[in-house]
């Protein structure tokens, strides 16, 4: 299973744009990149998964180049309530059928100022 | 019901106490994974369902933990005799088979073992 690597923590203001990359240095060509998002005192929460390029969806979107080996999660204009631990996880689709135990990592926690 | 259920919320249990920590997955789920996450970590795989055939226990870290699923709903982790490093989030998380809306996680159980 392809390894991660995220920074530990990021520090942003409430309106600005959250870019958190991701490296994933041997990511197999049938691994696809998804983000999860966990709160304080609850689970992971899914956010956004792609395989390649650009995906965009209500909540944030997922920038990934041409070589795959890494990839950039994209929040536009935080707000406080974005205060949260944000995993990068490669592998199966969370979207196929099939065996798929999730690898997580430490994460990157965000911290949302005023 | 709407979400993964998890109970009890808190756990403290002393040293050698057996515990057990119940998960209730959305209704229709055929997939039940549990995971553990030390205070600042990410999520730990430690064991997976299909139904009630427990297919992967791997991540189980010793003979101490045991889970069951036995009508292929409710699933229960039980640990035995627990020791201080067992002091973690447990969490649970349900699918479909053909994981058409991705994996939905419970709130966790803390453990605290004193």
């Known amino acids: 299973l392809a390894k991660t690597t995220q920074p530990i923590s990021m520090d942003s203001y409430e309106g600005q744009e959250v870019n958190i990359t991701c490296s994933h240095n041997?990511?197999?060509?049938?691994?696809?990149i998804t983000w999860y998002q966990q709160f304080p005192s609850q689970g992971p929460r899914f956010i956004i998964q792609?395989?390649?390029t650009k995906v965009t969806n209500e909540v944030a979107s997922l920038f990934i180049p041409a070589d795959r080996k890494s990839s950039t999660l994209s929040l536009p204009r935080v707000s406080l309530s974005d205060t949260a631990v944000y995993y990068c996880?490669?592998?199966?689709?969370?979207?196929?059928?099939?065996?798929?135990?999730?690898?997580f990592g430490a994460g990157t926690r965000l911290a949302v100022h005023p | 019901g709407a979400g993964v259920s998890q109970s009890p919320r808190y756990k403290v249990a002393k040293r050698g106490q057996d515990v057990a920590l119940r998960c209730d997955p959305i209704?229709?789920?055929?997939?039940l994974f549990w995971y553990q996450q030390a205070l600042g970590q990410g999520p730990e795989f430690l064991t997976y369902?299909?139904?009630?055939?427990?297919?992967?226990k791997s991540g189980l870290p010793s003979d101490r933990f045991f889970a069951e699923r036995p009508e292929g709903s409710v699933s229960t982790l039980k640990i035995q005799r627990t020791q201080q490093e067992d002091s973690a989030v447990y969490l649970c998380?349900?699918?479909?088979?053909?994981?058409?809306?991705?994996?939905?996680f419970g709130s966790g159980t803390r453990l605290t073992v004193v």
């Open positions: 998380a349900s699918s479909l088979e053909d994981r058409e809306h991705g994996y939905t």
């Open positions: 041997n990511i197999a060509t049938n691994d696809y």
């Open positions: 792609g395989y390649k």
């Open positions: 996880l490669v592998g199966a689709s969370m979207f196929s059928g099939g065996y798929n135990k999730l690898i």
């Open positions: 209704s229709g789920h055929v997939s």
């Open positions: 369902f299909q139904n009630e055939a427990q297919l992967d």
